[in-house]
């Protein structure tokens, strides 16, 4: 099915770094959505935009709504070690719910 | 947020037989859950969309037979895996849509792990 184009697929940063990914589409979207998934557990929702050109912060993360309502990104600032884990956009278009995924960035700390 | 619970969070069965796996919505109603399965390092693949009183829909590729899907109430679907196979072996993952902050928004469960031997 449609995926959103979600880069990078992986990230090795150090302690402290900032870290910025993110997610495009051929495709509008209405709303963006940003999880964060830990091994064997569900994704958690860490930021939902719902308007072009917003942007929004969940502590140090922050995320943007692009213009065109095609893309999207999100920025962890001064990263920590509990920071590793799978991040993922999806993409909502209608009232249906039905969300469209990023196939997600492992963003692993380097010790 | 909303709260979604899953339930086995794992099981392994034999293969042949059916297991079914239950995904509630803890602190609101839902009248759409959807289903998910994962395999490693993938994203999430939409199975079917569960809706409360009538039939569910599935994505193209997955068999309706196999994986049946009640939603029988606005805070319960259960998915059945039937006649299960080494194949069948994945992470499933069930979601529910919940007003939050004046929007709708997909809150996820924390996943049941299958495999089958």
């Known amino acids: 099915g449609q995926q959103l184009n979600q880069s990078p697929q992986s990230m090795f940063i150090q302690e402290g770094e900032d870290v910025s990914m993110n997610c495009t589409s051929s495709s509008i979207f209405n709303t963006w959505l940003w999880y964060k998934q830990d091994p064997g557990e569900g994704p958690v929702l860490l930021i939902a935009l719902y308007k072009a050109g917003e942007l929004t912060s969940n502590g140090r993360l922050t995320a943007q709504f692009g213009i065109t309502r095609k893309d999207s990104f999100l920025n962890i600032s001064a990263s920590i070690p509990s920071d590793v884990g799978i991040y993922f956009c999806?993409?909502?278009?209608?009232?249906?719910?039905?969300?469209?995924w990023g196939a997600g960035t492992k963003l692993i700390i380097k010790p | 947020g909303a709260v979604v619970s899953q339930h086995p969070s794992w099981v392994i069965c034999k293969s042949g037989t059916s297991v079914k796996i239950e995904c509630r919505s803890l602190?609101?109603?839902?009248?759409?859950m959807f289903w998910y399965r994962q395999f490693p390092k993938q994203s999430l693949m939409l199975m079917a969309t569960s809706n409360e009183g009538s039939k569910a829909t599935y994505e193209q590729g997955v068999e309706k037979d196999k994986f049946l899907i009640n939603h029988a109430s606005l805070t319960l679907s259960t998915l059945t895996v039937t006649s299960a196979h080494p194949e069948d072996s994945s992470f499933y993952i069930c979601s529910a849509p919940a007003r939050d902050r004046g929007s709708y928004e997909q809150y996820f469960g924390p996943g049941t792990r299958l495999t089958v031997t």
């Open positions: 602190d609101f109603q839902a009248t759409t």
């Open positions: 999806a993409g909502q278009k209608d009232s249906n719910y039905q969300l469209i």
